[in-house]
């Protein structure tokens, strides 16, 4: 027995070590590949050399490794899908010109960081890259939304301050309301204050919020920090510019230096030039503004923009057949441009055509998202061309999309007064009141209509005078017309003696010199036989002659508007008196 257990013993011992053996030798069979997929890395610089580490890192643990190299060679797959993702998103990102290959490019990224974030659910780089690539046009905000919620709550704000702040930057571009995008801006520039794009983004932001002051601070510390860009100059260019605060010659002055200086670091760029011939055109220096735009024309592919704004600066300096031509060039390649549409509209809104300019402004109403201001421009077009009712439908389609519109709800209650219907009128002209207390004009209507309306109902003296005596006021008692209102309010009142007295103030106030002199001294004659006024106009539709065209010459228009005039003053015809303001 022990001699058996003697010879037994070392055969089971040796048997034990070979399995280990080859147990060894076959976990370490994918070494081979683990070591090229090293050196490969080491010298790694395409989206191929990536690809080709990872496939052997891959086929080296299919293959077999041990805990410690397998563990070494996923390490290895995650840093290169790194790597490749930030490839990528540099250059989708980075490149001078968007690339037309990047959905695809984004594709292939989002492929590899949807496995790095299945890896580590914590890799908060992952989540950041996925955030801007989400962000991008075609891809899905709300996962960009969280994608940068994770990497703000992954990436560390002690080792990875610049990401952290980009992903504050992603998730404040993203969010809509205001004081939450603040947040994030804020967020971002203060874990990054010396990095000009965090500066850049917030200058931007305050400056669409009309914050100026705010918005140059950002922008004078990020020219600071990189002093080359063109666009920031241009930013803060902007910041001035648009900033009424400021006295005019401080503002426009210090626009054109920014603006300057812009067109000195990107001499061949439109932009700047825009601007600046904006500044120049409001400091009265036309030449130089029309020279920007000249070259502005000629820089940019999309020349619609400095053709019309070099048209708006001919029109104001009286230049009309050279902005006609300017308009009629954009129009002949973009026949619903807005921009054009509104300056011609305009221009033969002054020259007294108001057939081209309903028809040019109904071009832009009927257009894409719908606009309540032209919807009013409108309406107060078809006033001017006395259709009081059409321009009712359009004030009305105008206060539908936005009830806050002063000048809708004020040209509205004008053209309910031209037709008779003062309960409306008065109603639009309250609403108007509590949006603009101290408006002359509207003070100066509701009181009328207290005052002399025919419907008892809705005839109130002592409102009208308290409401006429802040009319006069709000105009320094230099007001004819207004004064008037203030008689008429005493008459109602049964105060004829102080409606003489006010009646033959607004007489001497006018000076016999204007259209209503006439009028006041029936008003006159009507308190002195201790008669209150009353008065309804019921102004008929006018037809729109559309004989006339926008291709007619502006200043031809201009003068067959003064012939107009001219003849309706000769046969002593008159305007409606009311509404004056």
């Excluded at 410690?68 to 790194?82: C, M």
């Excluded at 980075?94 to 299945?118: I, N």
């Excluded at 408006?439 to 419907?455: I, Q």
Aim: hydrophobic share 40%; with cysteine.
């Amino acid at each position: 027995m022990l001699l058996v257990l003697s010879d037994s013993a070392p055969r089971c011992f040796a048997t034990d070590t070979e399995n280990k053996e080859l147990q060894s030798s076959e976990e370490n069979v994918g070494q081979q590949d683990l070591d090229a997929a090293i050196e490969q890395k080491l010298s790694a610089q395409s989206l191929d050399d990536f690809e080709r580490v990872i496939d052997l890192c891959r086929r080296a643990i299919r293959k077999g490794l041990p805990e410690d190299s397998k563990d070494f060679a996923n390490n290895l797959i995650v840093g290169t899908l790194i790597d490749r993702s930030v490839m990528l998103v540099d250059a989708i990102f980075d490149a001078p010109r968007p690339s037309p290959d990047w959905p695809r490019m984004r594709s292939f990224a989002m492929r590899d960081l949807r496995e790095l974030v299945k890896r580590d659910p914590k890799l908060g780089i992952a989540h950041l890259m996925i955030a801007r690539l989400q962000a991008l046009p075609g891809g899905d905000p709300e996962s960009a939304k969280q994608a940068a919620d994770k990497a703000i709550k992954f990436l560390s704000p002690d080792q990875n301050k610049i990401e952290l702040a980009e992903a504050h930057i992603v998730q404040g571009n993203l969010l809509k309301d205001g004081a939450k995008r603040a947040f994030h801006y804020d967020k971002a520039v203060a874990l990054a204050p010396t990095d000009s794009r965090f500066r850049r983004t917030r200058g931007l932001f305050r400056l669409l919020r009309n914050e100026f002051g705010p918005a140059r601070e950002d922008f004078i510390a990020a020219i600071k920090q990189n002093p080359g860009e063109s666009g920031v100059y241009e930013a803060l260019g902007m910041s001035y510019m648009m900033d009424n605060k400021l006295e005019d010659a401080k503002r426009l002055e210090e626009a054109k230096k920014a603006f300057d200086k812009a067109i000195e670091i990107t001499p061949d760029s439109a932009a700047p030039r825009l601007q600046r011939a904006r500044v120049l055109a409001m400091l009265g220096e036309q030449p130089g503004a029309i020279a920007d735009l000249n070259k502005a024309v000629e820089m940019s592919a999309q020349k619609a923009v400095p053709l019309v704004l070099r048209a708006r600066i001919q029109q104001q300096s009286g230049n009309l057949e050279a902005a006609a031509a300017d308009l009629a060039k954009v129009l002949k390649d973009q026949p619903q441009n807005p921009a054009a549409l509104e300056l011609r509209g305009l221009i033969s809104a002054d020259a007294g055509d108001y057939p081209s300019a309903i028809r040019d402004f109904t071009s832009i109403a009927t257009q894409d998202p719908p606009d309540p201001l032209v919807m009013g421009q409108l309406g107060m077009l078809h006033l001017a061309a006395k259709q009081p009712r059409a321009a009712i439908k359009w004030f009305g389609k105008s206060l539908k999309l936005d009830k806050t519109l002063f000048l809708s709800l004020r040209g509205r209650s004008d053209a309910l007064i031209s037709i008779g219907e003062h309960k409306k009128a008065a109603k639009d002209l309250r609403s108007a009141l509590k949006l603009q207390p101290a408006d002359s004009g509207v003070l100066n209507n509701l009181a009328w209509l207290f005052a002399t309306s025919p419907e008892n109902s809705l005839r109130n003296g002592e409102k009208a005078i308290t409401l006429a005596t802040k009319a006069c006021e709000e105009t320094e008692w230099k007001a004819a017309h207004i004064i008037s209102t203030l008689a008429a309010g005493y008459a109602e009142n049964g105060d004829f003696e102080k409606a003489c007295e006010y009646s033959h103030k607004a007489l001497n106030t006018d000076g016999g010199n204007g259209d209503i002199d006439e009028q006041l001294q029936k008003e006159l004659s009507s308190y002195e036989e201790k008669k209150p006024w009353r008065e309804k106009q019921s102004m008929q539709e006018a037809e729109l002659q559309m004989k006339e065209t926008s291709d007619a010459p502006p200043e031809k228009k201009i003068q067959e508007k003064k012939g107009r005039e001219s003849k309706v003053r000769g046969t002593g015809q008159q305007k409606p008196r009311r509404p004056f303001d």
